[in-house]
Structures are given as structure tokens and as C-alpha cells.
């Protein structure tokens, strides 16, 4: 009868397994209340980039990216989620202001041309572009005298509209420097 050996030690006294310590204690298991919480501030989370989105697409001024947070993807903790949360408020609130303060200089300077358009020689020499009160495209308002220097001495002015966007060089026979 032929012995054999075992090609590997058993288990029991293989040395590797032996010295090995106790694998690290893994976090306990959520609760249900962190689950929903974590769904209410990734739901959160969602609508604010949404909404941030809108503004973003409305021509509101937005801030920059989000902080970059420790690398590689990973569960975040709920005071990581809360303090994105936070951050995404403030940038909303910011572009919406933002986008509020320029309709009220729009506004305004709407209501000046109508003035300007009823009486223009209140507002002599006022310009207001078409980007002043938030239409497209080149072209400006201005309240001027009727005939030159003559006109400014006899009062009266009136308002000119220009006709739009300047042609570019080239249609004009000159070279662009």
C-alpha cells in the first residue's frame, strides 16, 4: 500500500488562516427611518437640479459645480446628502434673485421708453437697447433733436429706432483689422 500526502494542509492548521485577525465589524444595518431619509433628500436633491436646470435653461446666472466630494462612488451619509442639499438651495435662491433683479431693470428701462416714446424731450439723448429690456437681437432706442442742432435749439426731438445689427466688414468693402 502506497502513502500518500495531501497536496494541502488542512484547514485547521494551515498557518495563513490561523494568524489572520478578525475581518473589521461592518456598519449596522439601516433603520427605516435613515432609508426614508435618505429617499426624502435624494428626492430633494432632484427637484433643487431640476429647478436649478430651469433657471440654468431661463438665462439665470448659476454658480459652478458642486464641490467635489472624497473620490469613487460610495454611499453618502445623510449629513453629506444634507449638506448638498444646502448647497443646492443657496445656488437656487442666488440664480433666482439674480434672475428677479434683472426683470426689474428690464422692467424699468420698458417704462422709460414708453415715457420716452410719449414724451421725448424729457429724455434727451437717453439710448435703450433691445438687450436692456430683454428682446433679442441688435438695435437701441435713442430720443435725439428732429433737425440736428436746429432741432435741439426749437425743441424738438423725437425718438429714432436703429435699424438693427451693424453688416460685418467684409459687405462693407473694408477689412476687419
Not at 432632484?46 to 431661463?58: F, H, P, V, W
Not at 426683470?103 to 436692456?132: N, W, Y
Amino acid at each position: 500500500m502506497i502513502e500518500t500526502t495531501p497536496a494541502y494542509p488542512p484547514l485547521a492548521t494551515s498557518p495563513d488562516l490561523l494568524s489572520l485577525e478578525t475581518p473589521p465589524a461592518l456598519p449596522p444595518l439601516e433603520t427605516g427611518s435613515d432609508v426614508a431619509a435618505r429617499q426624502a433628500l435624494r428626492d430633494q436633491i432632484a427637484r433643487l437640479d431640476a429647478e436649478l436646470s430651469e433657471l440654468a435653461a431661463s438665462g439665470a446666472p448659476v454658480a459652478g459645480a458642486l464641490r467635489r466630494r472624497r473620490g469613487g462612488p460610495r454611499i453618502l451619509a445623510i449629513e453629506e446628502l444634507e449638506g448638498m442639499r444646502d448647497e443646492l438651495v443657496e445656488r437656487a435662491a442666488g440664480a433666482r434673485r439674480a434672475l428677479g433683479e434683472r426683470g426689474a431693470a428690464q422692467e424699468l428701462k420698458r417704462r422709460t421708453l414708453e415715457e420716452m416714446a410719449l414724451d421725448p424731450g424729457q429724455h434727451r439723448f437717453v439710448r435703450i437697447s433691445r438687450e436692456e429690456i430683454g428682446e433679442p437681437g441688435c438695435g437701441a432706442w435713442h430720443a435725439r433733436p428732429r433737425f440736428g442742432l436746429l432741432g435741439m435749439l426749437m425743441n424738438w426731438w423725437r425718438v429714432k429706432i436703429s435699424s438693427g445689427c451693424p453688416l460685418p466688414a467684409r459687405r462693407l468693402g473694408r477689412c476687419a483689422p
